[in-house]
């Protein structure tokens, strides 16, 4: 693995109402083979899921594993601060339940010999080539074209870092993470939080699988909430008001003082815009506008 026998990972799984089985099976089994050592820890926020959770707590089977569970439901963010207290070793290897790595390999190519200085180290995320049923098109296709990005592209805004599949040094994570709210969206803090300090993030090309997609109506919910989030954000002087293709597109309305002028042209294709994001061939530039709309609305609330 680094070519290090004293060498230590901690694998930490957040999960809730998904079962990380097959996960957990596959990443014990590639490192068991590797000459160091290491705990996986899966971390229960409170499912509602009984059959899952039931399943799930076989895990405690594999040496050097554990199923533990919150006593309330703490949201993701909370969940994996806890993980990071649980963990004992100083390097940290987040993972959501619902991936899978690409490769057989996954774990050896963290190479942490070549990248034993670094501090962070991202793998990227990939989709299934299969395309998903209508229901879960809008997810797939933003995830594709957004999200699962080659090193070479990654390194043109190396702080842009998804934490389903992140290593990182526990003292690092610690002072970046700093907010432990139950919201949706705060990946872009713990990132601008990276670039503020100037933690150098190594990319490598070890993407991990998303494997669970939400319906269009739930993507829908969520990426609105993500936009609320930066809303908040902004508003607490914890995130630039020009970090965001979003935030950008809205200072140059502004400037151009077209907020009044674009609110009303897309208020008026809104419905159109919906059913668009339920069909077959979903339109992520529409999507945007849908989002910018949503962010002026918050930002004209607030200057009312």
């Known amino acids: ?11 930490l799984i957040p999960t809730y109402n998904y079962d990380i089985t097959n996960l957990v099976e596959t990443i014990w089994q590639q490192c068991k083979k590797e000459s160091f050592s290491f705990e996986i820890i899966v971390l229960d926020d409170y499912s509602t899921n009984l059959t899952i959770t039931k ?3 076989d895990i405690k089977d594999l040496e050097f594993c554990k199923h533990i569970k919150n006593k309330k439901n703490m949201g993701r963010t909370a969940t994996r ?8 070793y100083d390097w940290l290897l ?11 390999d996954f774990i050896q190519r963290f190479n942490l010999e070549d990248n034993n200085n670094s501090k962070v180290i991202f793998g990227g995320i990939s989709y299934d080539y299969e395309i998903p049923n209508q229901e879960k098109l809008l997810r797939w296709e933003y995830g594709r074209k957004r999200e699962a990005k080659p090193v070479s592209k990654r390194l043109k805004e190396p702080y842009f870092i998804i934490s389903q599949n992140l290593m990182i040094k526990k003292s690092v994570f610690i002072t970046s993470n700093t907010i432990d709210e139950s919201i949706y969206g705060l990946d872009i803090l713990f990132s601008n939080n990276l670039k503020k300090k100037k933690v150098t993030i190594i990319h490598i090309e070890n993407p991990v699988f998303h494997l669970g997609l939400e319906t269009t109506t739930i993507f829908i919910e969520k990426s609105l909430e993500a936009v609320k989030t930066t809303f908040l954000l902004e508003n607490k002087n914890l995130l630039e008001q020009d970090l ?15 907020i009044g002028f674009y609110s009303f042209i897309v208020s ?37």
Request: overall charge positive.
């Open 55 to 57: 399943n799930n707590d």
């Open 94 to 104: 987040f993972l959501d339940a619902d991936v899978m790595p690409k490769f057989n």
């Open 244 to 258: 965001r293709p979003l935030q950008k597109s809205y200072l140059k309305l502004k400037k151009w003082n077209l």
């Open 1 to 11: 693995f680094c070519g290090n026998i004293f060498f230590m990972l901690s694998i």
């Open 81 to 88: 601060t806890l993980l990071c207290k649980e963990a004992k």
């Open 268 to 304: 008026k294709f809104l419905k159109k815009m919906k059913n668009n994001f339920h069909s077959l061939k979903p339109n992520l530039f529409l999507f945007d506008l849908y989002r910018l709309h949503y962010y002026i609305q918050l930002k004209t609330e607030k200057n009312a």
